[in-house]
């Protein structure tokens, strides 16, 4: 009987701990889903050169200092000095369609992720502003 017993607990453990972890990934997955819709926006652009070169003047007018850029495979990697930290972000662009290019930043304060919506929202209201000026021409 106590065999048994023990036996049903044991099972009852491992059954209550798969709930918990179930929706502890639920959690994470749909945090990652919202920072995901935060760190990514679409552009009406089929020139991905275009948008790489705003990219990068983007991240100059932020004063990120360009470590990497990679145009072909559409990455580009630029750090920040804030203090004794720094803000290292990396933008991908990539096509979304025929018609349309997808550029998402990944930003870095110090060793942990950046999970707040401002510092992107200020990238991508710059890249906004620069992409625009480019398309009509204005130095």
């Known amino acids: 009987m106590k ?3 023990s036996f049903f607990s044991i099972l009852i453990f491992l059954i209550s ?3 918990t972890s179930q929706k502890q990934l639920l959690v994470a ?5 919202k920072l995901r819709s935060i760190q990514t926006r679409s552009f009406e652009t089929a020139d991905k050169e ?3 070169r705003a990219v ?3 991240l100059q007018d932020l004063d990120f200092l ?3 850029a990679d145009l072909e495979l559409g990455s580009i990697t630029g750090t920040k000095f804030h203090g004794i930290a720094m803000l290292k972000m990396t933008v991908t662009v990539r096509p979304k369609n025929e018609k349309e290019m997808l550029v998402r930043a990944n930003a870095q ?4 992720a950046v999970e707040t919506p401002e510092p992107y929202q200020d990238f991508f209201v710059a890249l906004e502003k620069s992409i625009f000026l480019a398309a009509h021409q204005v130095d």
Do not use: N
Request: glycine share 8%.
């Open 109 to 112: 304060y110090g060793l942990k």
């Open 17 to 19: 701990g798969c709930a």
């Open 66 to 68: 360009i470590d990497k």
């Open 29 to 33: 997955e749909e945090s990652q889903v």
């Open 3 to 5: 065999k048994t017993l």
């Open 50 to 52: 275009k948008i790489l």
């Open 56 to 58: 990068i003047s983007t």
